[in-house]
């Protein structure tokens, strides 16, 4: 124990002598690292775990219709702000900048989709729901002056920035700015479970307050189905009530603040693909965010089983603000700290990090809400993108929407090799994006570059030989097909 009072010591010391990071950030840092050294309990208790209830995972095609009064409506969304996470840049996918300015669709980049959702809702009812994006110092300076083609629409925009922390060099414990790493890698953002000290830090959170903003909706700015969804909205408002019969009244609004949810967290039913995602659990009475990090080992198979843990998380959050302030302010939001190890030049670093999806124990009625695949669509690699800018989607009023030919709930599964990692080296090798709707899955490695007008079927292989490039012809039609050259086409 002392070894760790002499490790936050020192780095208190050395925390004080940044001059880059303000106090608050300072004050986080080393309370972040304090519990970290401490060894608060990660793992839970296998045996106390219980699946939620309806009343705690309410099923989405329970919740109550859309108000037939526009006006009702627009007092609703005039209570709404909505949040995107906006601290990542795209270099895994080869752009340089922010990830939200990658084309998606239609010469149409994540914000831009983003900010015409928002525009056509606040004009089909004359509301003012505005849009805050927090930025990490990655990509603050290029956000600001992207904004700057909104300046004309009918939305404000305003960004503010999450905390900025030293990484900690892991054999003496020192921040590895006081080392000589001044630049940017010195330093990085802990993740989005800081997005609630950040709101509060930045004087955001007070400003929304004093224009009578209620809740915030919160979501990643790469989920192209995270869009705002009235029935959720009317539901975050009000708990207590037969959600078949609802009739939704402004004196709900009004009267019935006690019943209001604090923290509502979108959950979908997960699929293959999604076993390692975090799933809602009720523990010792609270709900509470199960992620494989705090799974015993001997337990890991029985966590990404589809059979018992049904449903995962979207990281789509609806959070009441009034309760942000008050957990925050009493430094309450003590949420599981996941270690991050990192190399820098050679050198073994510690980054500890948040996720807000973990905050949900924290907050009073907090309920998860199992909403439709169609509400989580992530952009994450260039086979996503494949899937979005194909005619498995159209694009309307800014919005995704899945291709109602397409009969089949699942998406087809996609793998592209390296080759195509890179969204420039992605676009170059397909001169036009192929038909999928009926394809069940992909397989892409090689040297392989596709022509126009081609259309996918069942399960198809496509595996170039080493050294040979291999050319998918215009006008082919591949179904249920293993292709290693040419004479296979």
Same mark, same amino acid.
Request: proline share 5%; aromatic share 8%.
């Given at each position: 124990? &002392? ?36 060894? *608060? ?29 526009? *006006? #009702? ?29 990658? #084309? ?14 928002? *525009?056509?809702?606040? %004009? ?13 110092? /990655? ?8 904004? *700057?083609?909104?300046?004309?629409? /009918? ?7 999450? !905390? ?9 414990? $020192?921040?590895?700015?006081? %080392? ?17 000290? =950040?709101?509060? /830090? !930045?004087?955001?959170? @007070? ?10 909706? $919160? ?31 402004? #004196? ?33 009475? %609270? ?57 820098? @030049? ?19 009625? &907090? ?15 260039? !086979? ?5 800018? =194909? ?5 309307? @009023?800014?919005? $995704? ?39 069940? =899955? ?9 022509? $126009? ?7 198809? !292989? ?28």
């Amino acid at each position: 124990m &002392a070894t760790d009072t002499a490790k936050i010591s020192q780095l208190k010391s050395a925390v004080a002598n940044l001059n880059q990071i303000s106090e608050s950030e300072k004050t986080g840092f080393v309370n972040l690292v304090s519990r970290y050294l401490s060894g *608060e309990a990660q793992q839970v208790e296998w045996s106390k775990i219980q699946t939620p209830t309806d009343e705690v995972v309410v099923p989405y095609d329970t919740l109550a219709p859309t108000p037939e009064d526009p *006006e #009702e409506t627009r007092k609703l969304l005039d209570k709404l702000v909505v949040l995107k996470l906006n601290g990542g840049l795209g270099t895994t996918m080869g752009c340089t900048g922010p990830k939200s300015v990658i #084309e998606v669709r239609n010469g149409l980049t994540f914000l831009d989709l983003i900010v015409i959702q928002i *525009e056509n809702l606040n %004009k089909k009812y004359g509301c003012s729901v505005p849009l805050l994006l927090m930025n990490s110092f /990655n990509t603050h300076d290029d956000t600001q002056k992207i904004i *700057e083609k909104y300046s004309n629409s /009918n939305i404000e925009i305003h960004t503010f920035n999450q !905390s900025q922390y030293p990484r900690i060099v892991v054999d003496d414990f $020192v921040p590895l700015p006081s %080392k000589g790493h001044t630049d940017k890698d010195g330093w990085y953002p802990p993740g989005h479970g800081d997005v609630f000290p =950040s709101l509060k /830090n !930045s004087g955001k959170l @007070d400003a929304l307050l004093s224009k009578g903003k209620e809740y915030v909706f $919160v979501a990643n700015s790469d989920n192209l189905g995270a869009v705002v969804d009235l029935s959720i909205l009317i539901l975050v408002f009000i708990v207590t009530f037969n959600f078949r019969d609802l009739v939704f009244v402004t #004196e709900i609004l009004n009267h019935l603040i006690r019943n209001k949810n604090e923290y509502c967290m979108e959950v979908t039913p997960k699929t293959l693909a999604d076993v390692k995602g975090g799933t809602l659990i009720s523990y010792e009475g %609270k709900v509470q965010l199960l992620e494989i990090a705090q799974v015993p080992d001997q337990h890991v198979n029985e966590f990404k089983s589809i059979e018992k843990f049904k449903i995962f998380n979207t990281n789509n959050l609806w959070v009441n603000l009034k309760a942000i302030k008050r957990l925050v302010e009493a430094d309450a939001l003590k949420m599981e700290i996941i270690p991050n190890p990192k190399e820098v @030049d050679g050198v073994k670093v510690l980054q500890l990090e948040t996720a807000a999806g973990a905050a949900i124990r924290f907050f009073d009625h &907090a309920i998860g809400i199992n909403v439709p695949r169609s509400r989580f669509l992530p952009v994450k690699a260039t !086979s996503d993108l494949l899937l979005v800018q =194909s005619d498995l989607y159209t694009l309307v @009023d800014g919005f $995704v929407i899945r291709n109602p030919a397409r009969t089949i709930p699942a998406n087809p599964s996609i793998e592209l090799g390296p080759e195509f990692k890179k969204v420039a080296s992605f676009l170059s090798r397909f001169k036009s994006i192929p038909s999928i709707i009926e394809l069940d =899955s992909l397989k892409v490695a090689g040297d392989v570059w596709f022509g $126009v007008g081609i259309t996918l079927k069942g399960k198809v !292989s496509i595996a170039a030989k080493s050294g040979v490039k291999l050319e998918i012809p215009d006008g082919a039609v591949l179904q249920n097909k293993e292709i290693n050259g040419p004479e296979d086409i």
